[in-house]
């Protein structure tokens, strides 16, 4: 079996993130921040050292303003519904996910905000003049995905940060954190999204967002949270204001795992791996005839993770994809959520193939995989 479907989720999880699930599930699993026993207080430490870690991670301190959340696509959302107002204009680009696509056109048809698409090259680069065009004076964000899920563009934020002043940039980082240092204060970006269940290694069912000092995003949930419980009114104070009911401790404790082994393997180490993978996969992809790769061409290997998107002459990606699925060889087919990615890239709507390796992949994985993609574009 071969797991090169890392964009999706990354498997397998590395030892620490299994220890520290199990250790949380067997020996303490109370519910944190509810109660004053031993085992609630427990797990509320174990929520407290993630947060930090996580925190310094992308180079900020304030572990307060790193929010919990059940993945990706909730982060944004938070962002998104809870940043955005009537008459705010926003611009976006033509590589968003879904999980950026849809909060906008929901607020587009139910509070009448608008929203401008910057088109990007066929590669998935947004085009920076096109881009300064959009922004306006009623512009309150820019949403922008940090590496693509489709081509693996990574987007040069510091420049797009010195062309949108200082006009709010909400970074979908699902696709980087963990693949490449994300430190908040040199992208430049006010609100961080990102899912934890990929590179960070935690089980799926964890995401997070930090929110910028100076940024004011209104709840889009209300609940317990063990905390001010004498008052009806929900407490505004971080990072209680966006995590109510009971956390997936399970999952805060595997991303601690996750990001402990990110630190002893160094996340160095782990991208330059990934991006030799990436280098080996596009280049074996690149020379079977009829096989068109997206992407990997014009800019430096720095500017993709890897995520190589790529369609067999005459195979709908999901025949194609049915055969390697024969052969123990998983990727992902399709849309992969993003219709507008694939209609930049010229493959809508029948998509393409993905293949995402991930830091446990081999080199050998890479080889067997591009000779059965050889063999199936023969036949
Ligand atoms: C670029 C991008 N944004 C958002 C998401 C949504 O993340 P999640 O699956 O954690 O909700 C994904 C997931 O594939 C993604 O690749």
Redesign the pocket.
Known sequence: MIYLDN??TSFPKPPETIEYLNNFVTNIGGNPGRSGHTLSLEAARIIFGAREKLTSFIGMQDSERLIFTQ????S?NIALLGFLKTGDHVVTTSIE?N?VMRPLEFLRRDRGITYTTVACCSEGFVDLDRLKQAVRVNTKAVVI?HG??VTGAVQPLAEIRKIIGETCLIV?A??TMGSIPVDLKTVGGDILCF?C?KSLFAIQGV?ALYVREGIDLAPIKFGGTGSRSESIEHPMFLPDKYECGTPNTPGIASLLGGLTFIEKEGLANISEKKQALRARLVDGLGQIPGVRVYGHLSRGPGSYLAIVSFNIDGKLSSDAGYELNRRSLFVRIGLH?SPVAHQTIGTFPTGALRASPGYFTEEADIDIFVEAVRDIARK
């Open positions: 964009a999706a993945n990706g696509t909730e944004l996910h999980s995905n693509s899920n979908d699902c696709q899912s269940h995401g959520c």
